[in-house]
Protein backbone atom coordinates (compact mmCIF):
# COMPACT_ATOMS: atom_id res chain seq x y z
CA UNK A 1 0.00 0.00 0.00
CA UNK A 2 1.53 3.40 -0.92
CA UNK A 3 1.27 6.55 1.22
CA UNK A 4 2.82 9.48 0.98
CA UNK A 5 2.71 12.08 4.33
CA UNK A 6 3.55 15.24 4.01
CA UNK A 7 5.35 17.52 6.61
CA UNK A 8 6.76 21.05 6.97
CA UNK A 9 4.01 23.38 6.76
CA UNK A 10 2.71 26.87 8.70
CA UNK A 11 2.45 29.70 9.16
CA UNK A 12 4.97 32.24 7.83
CA UNK A 13 5.09 35.90 6.74
CA UNK A 14 5.57 37.40 3.54
CA UNK A 15 8.91 37.27 2.27
CA UNK A 16 10.19 34.27 4.31
CA UNK A 17 10.46 30.69 3.53
CA UNK A 18 9.87 26.84 4.03
CA UNK A 19 10.37 23.48 3.24
CA UNK A 20 8.13 20.97 2.45
CA UNK A 21 8.77 17.24 2.53
CA UNK A 22 6.75 14.42 1.33
CA UNK A 23 8.06 10.62 2.68
CA UNK A 24 7.11 8.03 0.51
CA UNK A 25 6.27 4.38 1.37
CA UNK A 26 6.84 3.10 -1.88
CA UNK A 27 8.84 -0.05 -2.22
CA UNK A 28 10.41 1.25 -5.88
CA UNK A 29 10.64 5.16 -5.14
CA UNK A 30 12.72 5.95 -7.88
CA UNK A 31 10.71 4.26 -10.58
CA UNK A 32 7.82 7.57 -9.98
CA UNK A 33 7.91 11.05 -10.91
CA UNK A 34 6.66 13.47 -8.11
CA UNK A 35 4.87 16.20 -7.92
CA UNK A 36 3.31 19.41 -6.05
CA UNK A 37 0.14 20.60 -6.20
CA UNK A 38 -1.95 23.19 -4.06
CA UNK A 39 -6.08 23.78 -3.13
CA UNK A 40 -7.31 27.04 -1.94
CA UNK A 41 -10.90 26.50 -0.57
CA UNK A 42 -13.19 26.98 -3.07
CA UNK A 43 -10.81 27.01 -5.97
CA UNK A 44 -9.48 23.79 -8.27
CA UNK A 45 -5.92 22.07 -7.19
CA UNK A 46 -3.40 23.58 -9.27
CA UNK A 47 -0.11 22.45 -9.88
CA UNK A 48 3.10 23.89 -8.29
CA UNK A 49 6.22 21.87 -9.27
CA UNK A 50 7.31 18.75 -10.47
CA UNK A 51 10.11 15.79 -10.60
CA UNK A 52 11.38 13.39 -12.78
CA UNK A 53 12.21 9.77 -11.23
CA UNK A 54 15.53 10.45 -10.98
CA UNK A 55 15.18 14.11 -10.65
CA UNK A 56 17.29 14.95 -13.40
CA UNK A 57 14.14 17.17 -14.84
CA UNK A 58 11.74 19.77 -13.38
CA UNK A 59 8.76 21.46 -14.09
CA UNK A 60 7.29 24.51 -12.29
CA UNK A 61 3.87 26.98 -12.76
CA UNK A 62 5.23 30.04 -13.89
CA UNK A 63 3.41 31.30 -10.58
CA UNK A 64 6.22 29.88 -8.65
CA UNK A 65 9.27 29.85 -10.78
CA UNK A 66 12.33 31.48 -9.62
CA UNK A 67 10.97 31.13 -6.09
CA UNK A 68 9.96 27.41 -5.53
CA UNK A 69 12.92 24.60 -6.06
CA UNK A 70 11.82 20.58 -6.14
CA UNK A 71 14.26 18.11 -5.11
CA UNK A 72 14.22 14.48 -3.90
CA UNK A 73 16.35 12.10 -2.56
CA UNK A 74 15.51 8.94 -3.83
CA UNK A 75 17.55 7.13 -1.18
CA UNK A 76 15.24 8.54 2.07
CA UNK A 77 12.02 8.35 -0.38
CA UNK A 78 11.32 12.19 0.15
CA UNK A 79 10.80 14.45 -2.36
CA UNK A 80 10.57 18.25 -0.95
CA UNK A 81 9.50 21.49 -2.04
CA UNK A 82 11.22 24.24 -1.13
CA UNK A 83 9.75 27.68 -1.16
CA UNK A 84 10.99 30.93 -0.91
CA UNK A 85 9.82 34.53 -1.01
CA UNK A 86 6.77 33.10 -0.08
CA UNK A 87 3.21 36.09 -0.81
CA UNK A 88 0.09 35.28 0.30
CA UNK A 89 -1.23 34.09 -2.61
CA UNK A 90 1.03 30.86 -2.07
CA UNK A 91 -1.43 30.37 0.93
CA UNK A 92 -3.40 27.07 0.72
CA UNK A 93 -3.15 23.20 1.56
CA UNK A 94 -0.13 21.52 -0.36
CA UNK A 95 -0.17 17.86 -1.74
CA UNK A 96 2.51 15.56 -3.13
CA UNK A 97 1.53 13.21 -5.14
CA UNK A 98 3.71 9.95 -7.35
CA UNK A 99 2.85 8.74 -10.55
CA UNK A 100 4.42 5.60 -12.51
CA UNK A 101 3.05 6.67 -16.11
CA UNK A 102 5.43 8.25 -18.39
CA UNK A 103 8.79 7.84 -19.27
CA UNK A 104 12.18 8.98 -17.65
CA UNK A 105 11.86 12.67 -18.47
CA UNK A 106 8.38 12.81 -17.09
CA UNK A 107 7.34 16.04 -14.92
CA UNK A 108 3.86 15.98 -15.63
CA UNK A 109 1.18 19.02 -14.65
CA UNK A 110 -2.09 17.26 -14.78
CA UNK A 111 -3.95 15.75 -11.67
CA UNK A 112 -5.18 12.63 -13.55
CA UNK A 113 -1.76 11.63 -14.64
CA UNK A 114 -0.79 11.11 -10.76
CA UNK A 115 -2.07 7.88 -9.47
CA UNK A 116 -1.37 8.40 -5.28
CA UNK A 117 -1.91 11.67 -3.18
CA UNK A 118 -0.74 12.64 0.53
CA UNK A 119 -3.06 14.31 2.62
CA UNK A 120 -1.70 17.88 2.60
CA UNK A 121 -0.26 20.30 4.47
CA UNK A 122 -1.41 23.68 5.58
CA UNK A 123 0.93 26.42 4.37
CA UNK A 124 -0.22 29.89 5.60
CA UNK A 125 1.39 33.34 4.46
CA UNK A 126 0.71 36.33 6.33
CA UNK A 127 1.08 40.15 4.83
Same mark, same amino acid.
Given at each position: ??????? +?? +????? /? /??????????????????? $????? =???????? =??????? /??????????????????????????????????????????????? $?????? +???????????? $????????
Amino acid at each position: QVQLVES +GG +GLVQA /G /GSLRLSCAASIRTFSNYAM $GWFRQ =VPGKEREF =VAAISRS /GTYTNYADSVKGRFTISRDNAKNTVYLQMDSLRPEDTAVYYCAAASR $GSNYYT +GSEMHEYDYWGQ $GTQVTVSS
